[in-house]
Structures are given as C-alpha cells and as structure tokens.
C-alpha cells in the first residue's frame, strides 16, 4: 500500500514539472515569434524611410547647382552640394561638377613633379581624367554638405544611355573602314546621325607630330549600324576617331584609337578648371621606372568640341611641337597646356617618340560628357545590409545619362525618417 | 516525503507565479507592438513631412520662380491611433556658418500623450530661413507647409498655423 502511494506521488509531480516546462517553453516561443513579427514591421519601415531619403536625396544633388552654382567652372572650394548645370533647369548636370568627384574606382596616380595626388579614371589605354586631390571633392566633405555624415551613406553613379561602338572592320588599299553602331538600353539607334571626327597621326616630317583631321556626317541603318570609309591610312598609323550619335534629342558618343607606341607617351593632368590649365608629363615620370634610360617625347594638341548644331569642330592649342622629357637629370619638368573655353570637348594630343619614330595620340574630356566617361562617387554598397536605389534620366553637356543613387543607413536598426 | 516537497513547495508557488507571469508577459508584448507601430506611422508622417518640405524648396529655388506664398497641404493622417502630433524644427548650417553654406532643417515629430518622438532632417540651399517658433499641429484646420519667395530670393519656410 505504501508503495503504490509513492508511485502515483512521482507521477503527479512528472505531470506538473512537463507541464510547467511545455508552458514556459510556449510562452518564450511566443515572445520570440511576436518580436520577430514587429521587427520585420520595423525593418520595413526602415527600409521605406531609406527609399524616400533616397528619392529626395538624389533630387537635393540634381537639381540644386550648389554653392557657388558656378564651383565646376572654378578652383574654390564649395560649401553646398549640387550638380545641376547653373544655365538650364530640370535635370541638366554640369559636366564640369561631375568632373570635379573623387572617382570611387580608379587607383589615385602620384606626381612626382606637383607632389600631388590625382584622382584617375582612365579608359581604354591613353583616355585619361587626371584631377588633383585639392580640387576633387571628398565623399566625407560632400556627406557633411549634404549633412548625412554619420547617418546615411551613399553612392552615386553616372553612366551613359546610349552606347556608339567603333571598330575598325577592314584595312585594304590605304584606306580604313570603321563600323559605327549606336545602341541604348537594350535597343538600337535607327537611322540615328552620326558626326564623326577621325584625326591621323603624322610623325614623319621634321615638324611632326603633326595631324591631318577629317570630319563627317552619315545616317546609320535600321539597326544603328553604318560603314564609314577613311582614306589614307596606313597599316601602322595612329589615330583616333571620334563619332557623336544624336536621334531625336537622345545624344551618345563613342571613340576608338589605335596607337603603336605602348610604352611612351603624355600623361596630362588637369591643374586649373578656373584657367583650363592641363599639365603635361612624360609617361615615365609618372609611373616610376628608375631602370628606363633617357627619353622624350613631342607632342602638339588641338581640341574637338560639338557644336550646339552638332557639328564637330576643331580649335588647335598647340601647333608647334614641343616636347617632355624623362632623366636628362630634369625628370621633374613638365608641359603644360591652356584649354581656352568652357564649352565641352576633348582634347586631343597626338605624340611621337624619339628614335623608334613610334607615334600615338591620347584623349582627355573637358566636360566629362565629352568623353562618354561614368562617374562613380561615394562609398561602397557591397558591405551594406540593405540599400535604396534610386534613378533619374538626366542630360549631362547633351549627352544623355542615367544618374543612380544607392543610399544606406549607417544607424543600425534605429529607424529614421 | 521529497515528492511532496517538490509538488506543494515548489510547484504550486510556480503555479501561482504563473497566473501573474502570463499577463504581465502578454501586456508587455502589447505595449511593444502599440508603441512599434505608434512608432513607424509618426516616423512615415516625418518622412514625407520631410520630402514635401524639400520639394516645395527645389520648385521655388529658381530664378525663374518670381516672388510670392506657396501653401501645401498636406496629405498626412491628422491623428494617429487617436493621438494628434505636433512638430518643430530647427535650421542648422552643414558648415560653420562663417562660410555660407547649405542648410539643414531637422524636423521633429511628437506624439501628444505619449512619449513617442520621430526625426526626420532636410537637406536645403543657403537662401532658406525658417521661422522661428512655428509648430505644426497635425489636427489643426491649417496644418500645412508654407513658403514664401522673398524678392531677394530669399525662401521662408514656416509650418501653417
């Protein structure tokens, strides 16, 4: 009789420790369950404050020209952030604002001869944007300007709309045939016109380098495509060519050079945007190669703008040759050079090297558009638990560009609006 | 003698605990959720209160916008949860103010009757003044945004009173 009391004893007290358990254990399954459910509330709320924040955020940089509205144009520095083109409204940007961003994703290049730091995009191999650091701005700087420092993080990315290939699809008989294509996003161009600049090297009189420039107007087909000719071309020329595509307001460009001297040539680095002043530095003495020997290399330049009838024209700077030069004891000498107008355009700066006769040509924008080059400032979103975006259409200097913004907070889960 | 001990000493105050541990429990989840989703809607109100101060900002920003008073009303909840809200603001320079720079209107939202606050900051040009001591209230007839363009280019911005 003792005995079986004791068994139904331990049965009940089984029955209220599993019972007391399963309840505890239900009642933590539930509060975790709820939280959950008002975190996700949370975090979605948090995301679609980040979405708006984006929206205005990409407008506040769009449409407002900054302080001074003119800081593309000049060497000061600014003290309000905006990238609208102060002679237009809506979405015009200023191509020289844009030039002024610390590209996000070319490796800075040293100067030796400034002691400066330069902010790189270079495109292809002899296309370059090369900005001093004291004239680039900061990511850091603008997210103060915009006062998101500490709160949000952010980056911008230009690229063009539309797309013109080049290439050189047959060379027979002195002369040179270039395929020209022009596409948007996903669709071609047809029957767009196409203006086309096509400047050659000459390296072989005693005042070379000097340059023989052609221009043209052509329509391509139904798939955006046309042949373009070119006379008197020889298979170890250099060259550039340079083709505008505009179809109904939608404006692109494209580019395609060849150059036979892949080791010497000018490097030239913005110094001034108030005075369109451009250094210019022997290759060598940029990327430093103590074991390279004495070299030099001349150079002229002209520059190649597009009307506002979208006709390219030409505005030599240097007609006379003139040189720079790597050790001769004097490797901290440079060039220089004074682009004389605002309007967009590229220079263009053909170039030979001593001895070997080689000879090439290098590209630079003023304007950014001028050049087709993206533009990607600010910080990187790979890292970021999750980032709004956001896009505009914009017309940066005629060409058609699509402005992203990719915005992310930097508070954690605190939500803000 | 153990068992008795484990089930009328320890289990029972247990149970009694419980009786008290699953509403308490239950009505702080609830305060959780009231105050979270309080929470979100004042900061979705901040938000476009924001975004509407900014635009109003960027239309009258131009050369071409000649001087005058631009009203919005806005398209905001006057309550929350049967709670009306009120907010501030306050102009700040992005720079040190020597400099001129743009500035940085930061909005703030309370809830009446609760402690419940939501922020919200707007980014505008150095020609902008806010009006010193203007509130919004959000079920007032007048809640609303206005701005007026001063012939210097001047944009004063003032919630409606």
């Known amino acids: ?417 | 003698m153990p068992q008795v001990t484990i089930e009328y000493m320890i289990m029972i105050p247990i149970l009694i605990m419980q009786i008290f541990l699953f509403p308490l429990t239950a009505g702080w989840i609830m305060n959780t959720w009231v105050d979270s989703r309080r929470t979100l809607a004042l900061q979705e109100a901040a938000s476009h209160l924001g975004s509407s101060m900014q635009q109003i900002y960027s239309s009258l920003n131009h050369a071409a916008i000649a001087a005058g008073t631009v009203t919005n009303k806005l398209d905001i909840p006057p309550f929350i949860e049967g709670y009306a809200y009120v907010g501030n603001a306050t102009l700040r320079t992005a720079l040190d103010p020597a400099l001129n720079s743009s500035k940085i209107l930061d909005i703030t939202l309370r809830l009446m009757g609760v402690s419940i606050e939501a922020t919200t900051s707007v980014t505008l040009g150095q020609n902008v003044e806010w009006q010193q001591n203007s509130t919004f209230m959000s079920n007032s007839t007048y809640a609303s945004i206005n701005a007026e363009k001063q012939s210097n280019g001047v944009i004063r911005l003032s919630f409606g009173t």
Not at chain 1, 282 to 299: I, K, L
Not at chain 1, 398 to 403: E, F, K, N, S, W
């Open chain 1, 1 to 417: 009789m003792e005995h079986r009391e004791r068994v139904n004893l331990t049965a009940s007290t089984i029955d209220h420790l599993v019972a007391v358990t399963v309840f505890l254990a239900a009642t933590l399954l539930f509060i975790g369950l709820f939280n959950q459910t008002i975190q996700t509330a949370v975090i979605y709320q948090r995301h679609r404050a980040i979405a708006t924040k984006a929206s205005d955020l990409l407008d506040t940089m769009l449409l407002s020209p900054g302080i001074p509205v003119n800081w593309g144009q000049t060497d000061s520095n600014l003290t309000g952030f905006g990238l609208q083109d102060p002679e237009f409204t809506q979405y015009r940007i200023s191509p020289y604002s844009l030039m002024r961003l610390r590209s996000s994703v070319g490796e800075p290049v040293y100067y030796n001869a400034t002691g400066q730091y330069y902010s790189n995009v270079t495109m292809g191999d002899r296309n370059f944007m090369l900005v001093p650091y004291n004239l680039a701005l900061d990511y850091s700087y603008v997210t103060r300007l915009l006062g998101i420092n500490n709160t949000y993080g952010f980056q911008l990315t230009l690229t063009p709309v539309v797309s013109v290939s080049i290439q050189e699809t047959q060379f027979a008989n002195s002369s040179a045939t270039f395929n020209v294509t022009a596409a948007g996003v996903g669709f071609p161009l047809s029957y767009t016109t196409i203006s086309y600049c096509f400047l050659k090297v000459d390296s072989s009189g005693p005042d070379s380098p000097s340059y023989d420039i052609s221009f043209g107007t052509v329509n391509a087909d139904d798939t955006g495509s046309v042949s373009i000719n070119i006379d008197n071309v020889a298979a170890d020329d250099s060259y550039a060519f340079i083709a505008y595509a505009r179809l109904s307001g939608l404006v692109g460009m494209g580019y395609h050079e060849r150059t036979n001297d892949h080791e010497q040539y000018v490097v030239p680095f913005i110094d001034s945007f108030e005075e369109g002043r451009v250094l210019l530095a022997h290759s060598y003495n940029v990327h430093v190669d103590e074991t390279e020997t004495e070299a030099t290399v001349f150079y002229t330049a002209t520059y190649v703008l597009l009307t506002e009838d979208f006709i390219l024209r030409e505005m030599p700077i240097i007609t006379e040759k003139e040189h720079v030069v790597y050790g001769y004891g004097t490797n901290q000498t440079f060039g220089n050079l004074t682009i004389p107008t605002h309007n967009p355009g590229i220079l263009v700066i053909p170039y030979k090297t001593t001895g070997t006769n080689r000879d090439g040509v290098v590209l630079m924008p003023w304007g950014i558009s001028s050049l087709a080059f993206p533009v990607v400032f600010g910080g990187d979103p790979q890292k970021q638990e999750w980032v709004a975006t956001d896009i505009r259409q914009v017309i940066v200097g005629g060409i058609a560009y699509q402005a992203k913004l990719a915005l992310w907070s930097l508070e954690g889960y605190q939500v803000n609006g």
